[in-house]
C-alpha cells in the first residue's frame, strides 16, 4: 500500500523556469492538499482539492497552480520559478474534509525538495 | 495570531525522563486538535488526536485544557526515538473548515 506518493523527490530549477509536482493516492481519498514547509514557518496550505475537478486556494496560492483531473492526482505547478519558492512541497490527502469538530487525519506524502537559484 | 503557537524548543531531556510540552490555540471553539510527528527530513505522521476527555497511547499521554485554551503533550520513559519535532494541529479560525499546523517543538533525547 503506497499511500501518497510524491515525485521528484528533489528538483533544481533556475529563476523563471516552469515545472510540475506530482502527487498520487491509492487510498481513495476526496480531499488532496499541497503545503510548503520552510524554516520557521512551519506547515503552510498552498491549494486543496475537494474532489476530482475541483481546487481552492489556501493561506499562500500566489505563484502556483494546480490541477485534479483524476481522484488519485492532484498535481502543482509552478509557471515561473522564483527563489522564495525555495522549499520543501508536501501534498497530503485525507477521507475527509477537517472540520472544527470532526478528527481527521491527514496522511503525507515523503516530501518534494525544490531549490531555485 | 496564529491559531496554534508552540514553543519550538529544542526540550533536551535524557533518555528516561519524563518531558511534556504545551501548545496554546486562539479559537475558544475548537473542538479537535492532534499531534502529529515529523522527523528530520521526513513527512509528518500522526501521533495521537486529542479529546476533550485527554487521550492516552502508551507512554504518550495528549490533554485538553478549555479553561487555559492549551493541549499537551506528554511523554513518558522517554527514549531515544523519540527525537523528533512534535506539531501541534487544530482547526482554521473563524469557524472555517481546515487544520493549521503550529510551527512545532523539536525534542533530542539524549543518552
Known amino acids: 500500500n503506497a499511500g501518497v506518493t510524491q515525485t521528484p523527490k528533489f528538483r533544481v530549477l533556475k529563476t523563471g523556469q516552469s515545472m510540475t509536482l506530482l502527487c498520487a493516492q491509492d487510498?481513495?481519498?476526496?480531499?488532496m492538499y499541497w503545503y510548503r514547509q520552510d524554516p520557521g514557518m512551519g506547515l503552510r496550505l498552498i491549494h486543496y482539492?475537494?474532489?476530482?475537478?475541483?481546487?481552492a486556494k489556501g493561506e499562500v496560492p500566489d505563484g502556483y497552480n494546480v490541477s485534479r483531473l483524476k481522484k488519485q492526482n492532484f498535481l502543482l505547478g509552478l509557471e515561473s520559478a522564483a527563489p522564495s519558492q525555495t522549499s520543501v512541497y508536501f501534498c497530503?490527502?485525507?477521507?475527509?474534509?477537517?472540520?472544527?469538530?470532526?478528527?481527521?487525519?491527514?496522511?503525507f506524502g515523503a516530501g518534494s525538495r525544490l531549490t531555485v537559484l | 495570531r496564529k491559531e496554534v503557537e508552540q514553543d519550538p524548543g529544542p526540550f533536551n531531556v535524557p533518555e528516561g525522563a519524563t518531558v511534556a510540552f504545551n501548545c496554546t490555540y486562539s479559537?475558544?471553539?475548537?473542538?479537535?486538535f492532534f499531534w502529529y510527528r515529523q522527523d528530520c527530513r521526513k513527512e509528518p505522521k500522526l501521533l495521537m488526536s486529542?479529546?476533550?476527555s485527554g487521550n492516552e497511547d502508551g507512554r504518550f499521554t495528549a490533554q485538553l485544557n478549555r479553561a487555559s485554551q492549551y493541549i499537551s503533550l506528554l511523554i513518558r520513559d522517554s527514549k531515544l526515538s523519540d527525537s523528533a519535532t512534535y506539531l501541534c494541529?487544530?482547526?482554521?479560525?473563524?469557524?472555517?473548515?481546515?487544520?493549521?499546523f503550529g510551527k512545532g517543538t523539536h525534542l533530542i533525547i539524549q543518552p
Open positions: 497530503a490527502s485525507s477521507r475527509d474534509y477537517p472540520r472544527p469538530s470532526g478528527a481527521n487525519v491527514l496522511t
Open positions: 487510498m481513495n481519498h476526496e480531499y
Open positions: 482539492s475537494v474532489g476530482e475537478g475541483t481546487t
Open positions: 479559537n475558544s471553539a475548537s473542538q479537535s
Open positions: 486529542v479529546y476533550s
Open positions: 494541529v487544530g482547526p482554521s479560525g473563524g469557524g472555517a473548515d481546515g487544520l493549521t
